[in-house]
């Protein structure tokens, strides 16, 4: 069975930073393209950024302040988030596509997605 769990989650200051971690199982990260999204209340979802074995995209939004790694002997891809803003505020998501980024932040059809975790930034 395949879980994507993320954590690292809470409430910070505009300004602050968080790291968030996605941690796989049942599949190995450098095998797919993992991507980020949020999802703010009453918004639709949105892409954040995809990583792949070649390259990370970002969506402008959080170019320059967003930064994605990964850890293939922990299987866990990591997002490290800093001058953060309100507008941050969201439950942010990974998903897994056994695809590459294709040059893009944003995929269709992934194939497996974790739980969400909750970031709330105060101004």
């Known amino acids: 069975e395949v879980q994507l769990v993320e954590s690292g989650g809470g409430s910070v200051q505009a300004g602050g930073s968080l790291r968030l971690s996605c941690a796989a199982s049942g599949l190995a990260i450098d095998d797919y393209a993992i991507s980020w999204f949020r999802q703010a209340p009453g918004k639709e979802r949105e892409g954040v950024l995809c990583?792949?074995?070649?390259?990370?995209y970002y969506a402008d939004s959080v170019k320059g302040r967003f930064t994605a790694s990964s850890d293939n002997a922990k299987n866990t891809v990591f997002l490290q988030m800093s001058s953060l803003k309100p507008e941050d505020t969201a439950i942010y998501y990974c998903?897994?596509?056994?695809?590459?980024?294709?040059?893009?932040?944003?995929?269709?059809?992934?194939?497996?997605w974790g739980q969400g975790t909750q970031v709330t930034v105060s101004s």
């Open positions: 998903a897994a596509i056994d695809a590459y980024c294709g040059g893009s932040y944003y995929h269709e059809g992934y194939d497996f």
């Open positions: 990583l792949d074995n070649y390259d990370t």
